[in-house]
């Protein structure tokens, strides 16, 4: 049987996408053709349809001005605009939600190594040439007359059936850093290896001080969709050995507990899930937490300084290690702590802090003390974080009670006896409130 020409290839699976993005791509090939342009579908979308993985993130590039074909996109179908004319991109939100990015091909130069890139018009192959492994330097035509036609000028499909990631000059990781993390990703997530010249010049730019020039959201960027993978310890494993960390922070080490929690993370993420499906937690965030378990608060610290971390993530990153730790300790050893004690223990804490702590009771591998936090992580979660008195701060008032300080003392009181199961009635709330007043008179 003869083999399948690119475009037969290329074609054959077209037909894995939805059928609307079909029809989309089809008018907006048709709409390229109008407009005497060469339109193509191109990046992680055709190498994932090669390997029949679902990926519907529409990356379309232009021969041509992307920019013009953006804005007249937008106005055909209503859509939402971005423009980032330094890179000649556009990002495209349609009225239904499904974004597109659509780029000119061009060609990048870099001022100095890591810098953002400089870019210039250029042909599709050029603008291959500059993407960062052969794997996602195809492209799939759009235009009518030659709908499906598989543009492969560096070996992609090769290397994908060979399972290799390779890059497609000498300098890529020197150009751009970010590939030193993106080659790891990608070869653990698709189960691929490092072609051996390219391990080589990747171990070379590891060595040098590259990656410092990243800035502090280029390499937060890296990190966190390196650890949003199905099994980012591999990938952790291979960013430690190639010393990696220390862009982090030149003192960070991986302890013992480290090493124990990133190994049974996923276990506690999986209770997680399975407690609360509908309140999905940040895997990257937990697994940086995981990787700071060992450090001290300087380094902690300065490492979300250095990422330049939100204050979100940087309010989650703070419990990592010994406030975690020490969280942990009292609720595994203490056998009569009462609801309201677990209550203000945790009622501070993040979604991922909680499942951090699920994470640090099994890397204690002590199965008793283990079920008691659960029970009392899975009771405060169902039901104890969403209690709230009957009586309020008017109520109070309507009782006489003069407005101050001491109506915080009073309603904290009255949330601890309530979660207590000492008062169950707003009558019972109500006599507790006039006996603390009484008592503060």
């Known amino acids: 049987m003869c083999a399948m020409t690119n475009v037969q290839a290329a074609q054959h699976v077209m037909i894995r996408l939805p059928r609307k993005i079909v029809v989309l791509l089809r008018q907006l090939g048709r709409t390229a053709d109008e407009n005497g342009i060469g339109l193509y579908l191109v ?54 939600g499904l974004k597109i990015d659509i780029a000119s091909t061009r060609r990048e130069s870099y001022a100095q190594p890591a810098a953002l890139p400089d870019v210039q018009s250029a042909s599709l192959h050029e603008d291959l040439y500059r993407r960062d492994f052969t794997i996602n330097a195809m492209a799939i035509q759009l235009n009518a007359a030659h709908w ?6 560096y070996g992609g499909q090769r290397d994908l059936k060979a399972k290799t990631v390779r890059v497609l000059h000498e300098g890529s990781f ?32 590891a060595t ?21 993978e199905r099994e980012p310890s591999r990938a952790i494993g291979r960013l430690t050995r190639l010393n990696l960390f220390r862009f982090l922070h030149p003192h960070l080490r991986f302890g013992t507990l480290t090493h124990r929690l990133l190994s049974v993370l996923p276990r506690a993420m999986a209770w997680w899930k399975e407690q609360c499906p509908g309140d999905p937690v940040d895997q990257a965030l937990l697994y940086l937490m995981a ?11 300065a490492i979300v300084q250095r990422l330049q971390l939100s204050a979100v993530q940087a309010a989650s990153i703070e419990w990592a290690g010994g406030k975690t730790s020490r969280a942990t300790k009292t609720l595994l050893g203490k056998d009569d702590m009462r609801p309201s004690q677990v209550y203000r223990l945790l009622m501070n804490m993040p979604d991922e802090v909680l499942v951090l702590l699920v994470a640090t009771a099994m890397a204690n591998r002590n199965g008793q003390k283990i079920r008691r936090l659960k029970k009392r992580l899975v009771r405060f979660l169902k039901h104890d974080r969403s209690v709230t008195t009957i009586v309020k701060g008017e109520d109070l008032k309507e009782l006489g009670l003069k407005p101050g300080p001491h109506f915080k003392t009073i309603l904290e ?29």
């Open 43 to 96: 990046g992680g979308l055709v190498r994932d349809l090669l390997l029949k993985r679902n990926n519907w993130d529409l990356d379309l590039t232009v021969e041509g001005d992307g920019i013009a074909f953006a804005r007249l996109v937008a106005s055909r179908y209503g859509a939402g605009l971005a423009l980032f004319e330094r890179f000649a991109t556009a990002r495209l939100t349609l009225p239904e």
């Open 148 to 153: 499906g036609q598989l543009h492969d000028p």
């Open 174 to 205: 020197i150009d751009d850093p970010t590939r030193i993390f993106r080659a790891i990703r990608f070869a653990e997530r698709f189960d691929f290896h490092v072609e051996p010249k390219t391990y080589r010049l990747l171990k070379q730019a």
């Open 208 to 228: 040098t001080n590259m990656v410092v020039r990243l800035s502090g959201p280029r390499l937060a960027n890296e990190m966190f969709l390196l650890m949003r």
């Open 291 to 301: 990787i700071l378990s060992d450090a001290g608060s300087s380094i902690t610290h």
């Open 413 to 441: 009181r009255l949330l601890n006896e309530r979660l207590d199961g000492i008062v169950t009635t707003k009558a019972e709330e109500r006599a507790l409130v006039l006996r603390l007043a009484q008592r503060s008179a």
